[in-house]
């Protein structure tokens, strides 16, 4: 599938890679401190070295909410391509990454980052798009699909018993903000609208780590990992995430639980991980090497066991980025 692909580059044929990340300890900062991560083909991982955006033989940038698959996926992609020694990752919010690191110099606790990651990936394939325009990236495949969901506290303490109990007065949502997170400013904000409810639960505010409806609706800060921290901490009674962080956190054993959404209003038919090369990474051959690995039955099944749902054959196939 990948090998048309490869030979744009002058490859042969694709082979396979594995990585896997360390899975972040939600302490008080809801586990941001580990958005940058660099995995070592011997296991090791370390937190927070942005330069090695600059030197590994590997950089990715990806949307956030696949946090929990990354470290299990970064090492399986290194045991099958071990001369991979060093993958830099980073899992924060793809429109800040496309606008605040690669159209333009950003800088993370004070240190800069590379402006050319060999691959980004993001739940709105406007972000690609994007890049298309500016000559940086041609092709794309959808990878995996996810869905909203409702978390709530574990027991539900709120008897909260699906969307229509959002409008409840009694109740303190925490939702993604408008401006920098694609699962709201994509989707949730669709299906608030969808439901009539946007204007009611929003009051039509665009601001982040910041009360929408004063001690009703709060947004948050930078990243939609923000909310179950503000359920079990008694912040907030429920929220609207990614199923797969329902499914991550009950795993954990953390004190929460979810209510499903109906498929009429989950966006599941609309949710696609897109992900592309970018033509100015330095490392085209190890990110082609990715691409048919997260193509791989292998890395399907890892996306699978985390609660997202599989590409289908027709995703996978790379194809051109549409100019509308």
Sequence with gaps: MMNTALKKIGIASAMTAGLIMAGPTMAADAGQGHDYRTFHADGKIDYGKIEDSYNSNLTIYVAGNQFMV????????????????????ETIPPGQILKGQILKQGEINGQKTA???????????????KLNTKGVMDDYLIYT?????????????????????????DLVKSFPNPLTEGIFKFYGSRMLKDLGMYQELTNDQKCKGCWAVPGQTYFTKRHHRET?????????????????EVKHGKAQGRPIDGVEIPAKYNMGSKVGYAIGVLKTGKNP?????????VSSDAAQDIYASYGFVKASSEDLKLKPIPMK
Excluded: C
Aim: charged share 30%; no cysteine.
């Design 70 to 89: 990354m470290e299990e996926l970064m090492k399986d992609f290194q045991k099958r391509n071990p001369d991979i020694k060093k993958i830099y990752l």
């Design 115 to 129: 402006q050319n990651p060999d691959l980004f990936a993001s739940v709105n394939l406007g972000h690609l798009k």
């Design 145 to 169: 699909h996810n869905k909203l969901e409702l978390m709530i506290a574990k027991g539900n303490p709120k008897n909260i018993k699906g969307v229509e109990d959002l409008t409840r007065k």
């Design 228 to 244: 179950p921290h503000r359920i079990e901490n008694g912040q907030a009674d429920v929220g609207i995430v990614w199923a797969t």
């Design 285 to 293: 051959y190890n990110a082609m090497r990715y691409m048919s690995y």
